[in-house]
C-alpha cells in the first residue's frame, strides 16, 4: 500500500516569497491533517480536512497560510507572504476515516528554509 | 486546550537497557492514543496506537500503556539497541474523533 506522498521534499525561499506543498494521501483516507513542526518541537496541527470540508483551522494563521483539499483527495498548503518564523517541516497525515480507532499516517514532510 | 507533556525531554542510555518514556495530557476526554517514532530530516512512523477503552499494547519490544483516568501514558522498550535512537512523540485525539495534539517528544540516543 502507497503511502502519504508529499513534494517537495525541500525548498529554500526568500522572506516575502510565496510557497506551495503538495500532499497525496493513501487512497481512500477521508480524513487529511498539515501539521507544522519547528525544530526541537512536536508536530502543531494547522489544519484538518474531512474529505474536502475543513473540520478545524483554529490554528491556522489565515492572514498569510491557506488550503483546499479540491475533490476531497489531494490537497496544497499555500504561504503568502513567507516569514522567517515560517522555517520548518510541514508534514502531512491521512487517516481512514473521523474517529473511531483510525491511526493516523504520516508524509515524509518538505522541509522549509525562509531566508 | 488539550496540553500534552513529554518528560524527558532528551535521554541517553547505554545498550541494553529497559527504558521508560513518559506522556501526561491534560484533558482526560481523549478517543485514543498514539506513539510515534521520528528519525532526523523524516516524517513520522506510527508505532502503537492504544483505544481510550483499552490498558496497553504491545508490539515486539515496544510496551505502552494508557491510564486515561490520570492522564498518562508510557512506553516501555525493552533491550534497547542503537537502532532504536530517534525522537518519540505521543499524541492524543480528542473525543470527537478529530484532531491529534503532540507532545514535545523525547530524544532518545542509545550508546553502543
Not at chain 1, 508534514?91 to 483510525?102: E, I, M, V
Not at chain 2, 500534552?4 to 535521554?11: D, R, W
Request: aromatic residues 8%.
Amino acid at each position: 500500500e502507497a503511502g502519504v506522498a508529499q513534494s517537495p521534499r525541500y525548498k529554500i525561499i526568500e522572506k516575502r516569497q510565496s510557497v506551495a506543498f503538495w500532499c497525496n494521501p493513501i487512497s481512500g483516507h477521508a480524513t487529511l491533517y498539515w501539521y507544522q513542526q519547528i525544530l526541537g518541537q512536536g508536530p502543531k496541527l494547522l489544519i484538518q480536512f474531512q474529505n474536502n470540508g475543513v473540520v478545524d483551522d483554529s490554528q491556522l494563521p489565515k492572514d498569510r497560510f491557506s488550503a483546499e483539499r479540491l475533490k476531497g483527495v489531494d490537497s496544497t498548503l499555500k504561504i503568502q507572504p513567507a516569514k522567517l518564523e515560517d522555517s520548518a517541516v510541514y508534514l502531512c497525515a491521512s487517516s481512514l476515516a473521523q474517529g473511531f480507532g483510525t491511526e493516523a499516517f504520516f508524509g515524509q514532510g518538505t522541509r522549509l528554509t525562509v531566508v | 486546550k488539550q496540553e500534552v507533556t513529554q518528560i524527558p525531554a532528551a535521554l541517553s542510555v547505554p545498550e541494553g537497557e529497559n527504558l521508560v518514556l513518559n506522556c501526561s495530557f491534560t484533558d482526560s476526554a481523549i478517543y485514543n492514543l498514539q506513539w510515534f517514532r521520528q528519525d532526523p530530516g523524516k516524517g513520522l512512523t506510527s508505532l502503537l496506537l492504544i483505544q481510550s477503552s483499552q490498558r496497553e499494547q504491545t508490539s515486539g519490544r515496544l510496551n505502552a500503556s494508557l491510564d486515561k483516568s490520570s492522564g498518562r501514558s508510557t512506553l516501555y522498550i525493552a533491550a534497547s539497541q542503537p537502532g532504536d535512537s530517534a525522537t518519540y512523540l505521543c499524541a492524543v485525539r480528542d473525543n470527537a474523533g478529530n484532531m491529534l495534539t503532540f507532545g514535545g517528544g523525547t530524544r532518545l540516543m542509545v550508546k553502543p
